[in-house]
């Protein structure tokens, strides 16, 4: 008998996802993990007296999934907490709110701008049955009929089919302007599209944008204590169904016999055999645990990008205190902070020119406001998200540089809080080479492989790859960012992946 039903490399969220449900559904699951802290990029640690998330901080997209209600996660210590406003969206000169509520938020906006709440409402009606679509699309397993019926058939739009798929074609940017003429509205709506990396003057980009409409279905919350509560909570669920989580267990290799998964060589010597394998590392990674000769030639064309994101995590010693807005509700939500549309298009420009930007857009994130376990009586944590950040760098290296781009960031917030260097006690800055040494993400690209039409949906990671099963290996199986449906705090690619494993595993295929 093998030492496990299966063996899961790597203990990213995906990866945990799929090991609990394959440990609810009664099979013995051993999951390794090079580092010392479960979750990969959704992960948690105390740091100079404040507690900092290491990556992933807003839990929006898990939200709109079944995953913490399937898995029980509040009996394992998981409690979110409710935030709303949901965004501030700023240019240093007026701030306004997106509420949980999109009437409220409509209604706000026609009052400070009159036409943009008219104009939101519109865009919601419009795009949010594609939006749902695209929800559902995410939720399986990306084979050429289920995008059909989800996303064709399932997308609501009716007889404005033949104006809406033009739309869905056309640079994020384009649509944006097309229904939003204020631009302190219609800048923050494009940055936060910008997030999943292509810039708003890519083709075929708009789905970035038309996603937006769900930020009001499925809201926006913070695990208490951290984003890696929900990591922690799902090591408990795994341990608790009589599955193992190892950390510091780095993996070695895929041990083969022929061509099947039989189990894992461990970085100590060790081996552990396994009916089945579950890869939840970047794709590279997983190629790099694998005999050159098992390694399709497609494979090897995969895209990572160059970077695109550094992080400055911050913890204060009193609070942030915006100046177009100084009230509490500035700090609870994210905050979408853009002086206008054409400062994300010099910071890309910068990027492009393999230079860290010198005045980025930001995304602050001061989760301290509704959750008081992340700093000390009267401080703060701000956690400033910025592009675009080139991991090759035309001159220099990051460990030169990584000051100098900390500075444009602080110069850069100093436009919403003038008094920020003074509250500083503690920092980390997060660079693109920091993020490929900590989570293994080669370029330091956190959403593991670019996201372009030609590596999303059934073409990620590859065609012939893309529904959770490594091609001419039996028993191997692959979940995480590099997947459908890609980045970001979702789980949905552990649970689609867990779901073919489990079909998989009952009718004797493994």
């Not at 906006?109 to 749902?132: I, K, N, T, V």
């Not at 208490?224 to 169904?241: F, H, W, Y």
Request: net charge neutral.
């Amino acid at each position: 008998m093998p030492d496990f039903d299966v063996a899961v490399v790597g203990a990213g969220h995906n990866a945990l996802v799929t090991a609990a449900y394959l440990a609810q559904a009664g099979y013995r699951v051993g999951v390794f993990e090079r580092r010392r802290v479960p979750g990969g990029a959704v992960s948690t640690i105390d740091y100079q007296g404040f507690r900092f998330d290491l990556g992933g901080s807003a839990h929006i997209l898990i939200r709109l999934t079944p995953v913490v209600e399937e898995l029980e996660l509040s009996r394992y210590g998981l409690e979110y907490l409710e935030l709303d406003p949901l965004f501030h969206a700023s240019d240093a000169r007026e701030s306004w709110f997106v509420w949980r509520d999109p009437e409220r938020t409509a209604a706000e906006l026609d009052e400070r701008y009159p036409g943009q709440g008219q104009a939101y409402r519109r865009f919601m009606r419009d795009w949010l049955p594609f939006a749902q679509a695209v929800k559902e699309a995410f939720l399986a397993s990306p084979s050429p009929l289920n995008l059909g019926r989800k996303m064709l058939w399932g997308a609501g739009f009716g007889r404005d089919w033949q104006k809406r798929l033009p739309q869905i074609l056309r640079p994020y940017g384009d649509v944006a302007r097309e229904y939003f003429s204020e631009e302190r509205v219609r800048a923050p709506l494009v940055w936060m599209a910008a997030q999943s990396g292509p810039p708003p003057s890519d083709p075929l980009s708009s789905p970035f944008l038309l996603w937006h409409p769900l930020y009001h279905v499925g809201g926006v919350a913070r695990p208490r204590g951290g984003s890696g509560g929900l990591s922690l909570a799902l090591v408990r669920a795994i341990e608790a169904k009589g599955g193992k989580v190892h950390l510091d267990s780095p993996v070695a290799g895929i041990v083969l016999e022929g061509r099947r998964a039989v189990g894992l060589r461990l970085a100590d010597g060790q081996s552990v055999s396994a009916r089945a394998v579950v890869a939840g590392a970047h794709i590279q990674k997983t190629l790099a645990l694998l005999p050159a000769d098992q390694i399709p030639e497609v494979a090897r064309g995969l895209r990572v990008g160059n970077g695109f994101g550094l992080v400055l995590r911050l913890g204060l010693l009193e609070k942030l205190c915006y100046q177009t807005h100084p009230g509490p509700e500035a700090r609870i939500g994210l905050g979408l902070l853009i002086t206008d549309e054409l400062q994300l298009s010099r910071a890309y420009g910068d990027y492009l020119a393999g230079e860290p930007t010198r005045d980025p857009p930001l995304i602050a994130m001061s989760f301290s406001a509704v959750d008081e376990t992340l700093a000390p009586p009267g401080g703060e944590t701000l956690w400033l998200w910025a592009q675009y950040y080139p991991y090759r760098l035309a001159a220099g290296t990051w460990e030169t540089r990584a000051m100098e781009a900390r500075e444009g960031v602080i110069r850069s917030f100093e436009r919403f809080d003038p008094a920020i260097r003074r509250k500083i006690v503690a920092e980390l800055v997060q660079t693109p080479l920091w993020l490929e040494q900590e989570f293994a993400m080669p370029a330091g690209n956190v959403m593991h492989l670019e996201m372009t039409p030609d590596q999303m949906f059934m073409f990620r990671p590859w065609l012939g790859a893309h529904e959770y099963r490594f091609p001419g290996l039996k028993g191997l199986y692959l979940t995480g960012a590099s997947t459908h449906p890609g980045g970001g705090i979702m789980g949905a690619s552990g649970r689609n992946a867990a779901r073919v494993l489990l079909g998989d595993l009952s009718r004797n295929r493994v």
